[in-house]
């Protein structure tokens, strides 16, 4: 035998690259006859995408997780230990990547980077009524909570971001951020409601009787 493309002179030829590969073969006799094969390839890798199907890449307090899928592919790998499906569901900030197989044996990756916003936000107190202490003639104090977008007062004062207090007690508002967090303040309302001690003396130091 005789293959062309340097393909040597053995029965059998491994070939690499796409072409038309012919074969002359001799016989015993010293006849030869030849044969043809045409060979294509095919190495175009997969388009691969991913599609977040949360919406969003931001983990926050509230979005505690992203949920992910690959396509493009007929296999899939995903970076840091998302495993070997299509879906991968994640839950810290990251630069993911997944390698898609296409059914022809090619791959090619995709990223998508996930970050994070947990900022706890900074609750303020503001007493609008300018002291802390209840008396007789202040029977309420006004208190105005800041810092979130949603509040939760403690002592049953409601979740407006305004409270009012007629009792003395140690009070607090939980402020919730856009992102979900949570952070607390506090404000110390004390009482001083002790009534004086009346009493009556005479004006001029003694008192008599005339008849």
Known sequence: YLWSGGLGSDANA???SPATYSVTATASNGCTACSSIT???NITAPTTVITNNTGSTLLTCARTSISLTAGGGISYVW?????SNAAA????PSAYIVTATGSNGCTSSASITITQDITAPTVTITNNTGSTELTCSRT???LTAGGGVSYVWSGGLGSNANASVTSPATYTATATAA???TATAAS???QNITPPVASIS???GTLTCTT
């Open 14 to 16: 491994t070939v690499t």
């Open 39 to 41: 060979i294509t390839q």
């Open 79 to 83: 970076s840091d230990g998302l495993g």
């Open 89 to 92: 569901s994640v839950s810290r």
């Open 140 to 142: 309420s104090i006004s």
């Open 179 to 181: 992102n979900g967090c």
């Open 188 to 190: 110390v309302i004390g």
């Open 202 to 204: 005479p004006s001029s």
